[in-house]
């Protein structure tokens, strides 16, 4: 037990710090993408990559999360589903390149038919490292997965700043897209020891099957709704108005990455090694939702407090119509690695099929902000997305409870103890005072201080946990 304590520390040591340095790195380089490019190209790119991204469930099809899982993997189990995903990935380059016209044909566009042609490119890629990065993840060897990303995503990123001051346009943001895939995929095969031989068994495959067919089916609808609000906004509104809600989303996501990210991504492997153990099990699980809703409260209230002032500054007076999209989107963020990681028990605990049930209801109730945008507006669709995304964190907690036996009071109260602060603060905000960028960043400061002290008096574990670990890693130097 020591040993996977010791293991889980360093990972989450190597994927947060890596985390700090790729959505640095890439937060500096979308300032200036931002400042170079149109919201209008931002919303093209978007467009095009959400059949993309739906469909890359399909090189994958649940098995990473298998092997992942699964405690009795070989080599042979490796390689045959290593070449199984590289044969899904050259099948849908090749499938998403020649019915490029249809998809241009839906948001009416003969360019997003040649970005999405570019885009294609993409599977191929990514179908050559799938199963290395299940096998880092599942050691939690997560020091070359770090490394990895971090480089090719700086890289990526720098290309595409190149590419964009001079004068490719939206062509800039598919160059940063392809080099980065390329580049991931190289790094990885020049770092990881694991290299495929030349036999495949369909048997192999076929013992993934019965857990990775749910995993499958679950993502695959999961990421269809997770993109159908890009694909309706590009549909329904202008190119620039997708920009817009796009580049509210690209922050409110930074809130998860480093609120959450790292912890959702190493406990699952770490929760399915302790899947037998239902108290140590446990006991992890409401520490990491704890340090997880912590976190996540903690940022919500900030951003909300600063987040006109931070999309003026760094990206320009352009991107003014984001600002009022993002502040009601922060309002939900915490509930996201929540979610994410009521998922990750789900799995861990092997029940793929419950949560591919679970899931589909999960789908049904997002549709609902979807009708609110048709009848209503952008401003009032993200209304309906935040009062979603705490529905089904509560819905998330009664299946965990009925499935696996963790306690409905105790999720609630983990959860919800650090609201209260921020239910303050945006309340503060909407008076009057409060109208200029020092005043706002006071208001930030007081915040800040207030919720340290105020989980402070309530004893919460994951400020606790946090404080804890800081005063070791102080006081050992």
């Known amino acids: 037990m020591s040993s996977l304590k010791k293991r889980s520390a360093t990972a989450l040591a190597w994927d947060m710090g890596g985390t700090i340095m790729r959505q ?44 992942i899982q699964n405690k ?13 995903n590289v044969f899904a990935g050259f099948v849908l380059t090749a499938i998403f390149y020649f019915a490029a016209p249809l998809v241009g044909a839906f948001y009416e566009s003969n360019q997003i038919t040649e970005l999405v042609q570019w885009l294609s490119l993409i599977f191929v890629f990514n179908s050559l490292n799938l199963v290395q990065q299940a096998i880092l993840q ?12 971090v480089i090719a995503s700086a890289i990526g990123g720098v290309l595409g700043v190149i590419f964009a001051f001079l004068g490719y346009g939206v062509y800039a943001l598919v160059i940063q897209q392809i080099s980065t895939g390329v580049l991931s995929t190289i790094l990885l095969w020049t770092t990881s020891k694991w290299k495929p031989d030349f036999n495949f068994s369909l048997i192999e495959v076929k013992k993934l099957t019965a857990f990775s067919s749910f995993v499958f089916f679950d993502r695959f609808i999961s990421t269809i709704f997770q993109r159908i609000d890009i694909l309706m906004i590009g549909k329904v509104f202008s190119p620039a108005t997708l920009g817009f809600y796009t580049r509210a989303m690209s922050l409110q ?48 209230g900030m951003l909300y407090v600063m987040g ?41 605990k092997g029940k793929s099929r ?6 589909i209801f999960r789908k049904l109730v997002r549709v609902i902000p ?9 401003y009032e669709f993200t209304i309906g997305v935040v009062i979603t995304y705490y529905f089904l964190t509560a819905t998330n907690i009664y299946f965990l ?52 002290l105020y989980s402070h008096i309530i004893k919460s574990e994951g400020f606790l946990f946090i404080i804890s670990n800081f005063k070791s890693k102080f006081y050992a130097k």
């Open 370 to 378: 979807l009708l609110i945008a048709y009848f209503y507006g952008i």
């Open 354 to 359: 419950e949560n591919f049930i679970i899931g």
């Open 72 to 84: 009795a993997n070989t080599n042979l189990t490796y390689s045959s589903v290593f070449y199984l």
């Open 253 to 300: 996501q930074l809130v998860t990455t480093y609120s959450s990210g790292s912890l959702t991504k190493i406990f699952y492997p770490v929760l399915s090694k302790l899947q037998d153990d239902v108290s140590e099990y446990a006991r992890v699980y409401f520490k990491v939702i704890s340090v997880i809703s912590f976190t996540s409260f903690l940022l919500t």
């Open 138 to 149: 599942r050691e939690l060897n997560f020091k070359i997965l770090t490394l990895r990303t």
């Open 308 to 348: 006109e002032d931070i999309i003026i500054i760094l990206f320009g007076q352009k991107w003014y119509p984001s600002v009022p999209i993002f502040q009601i989107l922060i309002i939900g963020v915490c509930t996201y690695p929540l979610n994410s990681m009521m998922v990750n028990a789900f799995m861990s």
């Open 401 to 452: 409870n009925k499935y696996t036996g963790l306690e409905i009071k105790k999720h609630f109260r983990k959860i919800f103890e650090g609201i209260l602060p921020l239910i303050i603060i945006i309340f503060l905000y909407q008076l009057p005072y409060f109208d200029n960028l020092l005043k706002r960043a006071l208001l930030c400061v007081l915040y800040i201080v207030g919720y340290l």
């Open 24 to 67: 640095g790195s890439g937060f500096i380089i979308s300032i200036f993408l931002a400042r170079l490019l149109e919201p209008a190209e931002f919303g093209l790119v978007g467009m095009a990559m959400v059949f993309i991204s739906i469909s890359q469930v399909f090189i994958d099809v649940g098995f990473s999360s298998a092997l």
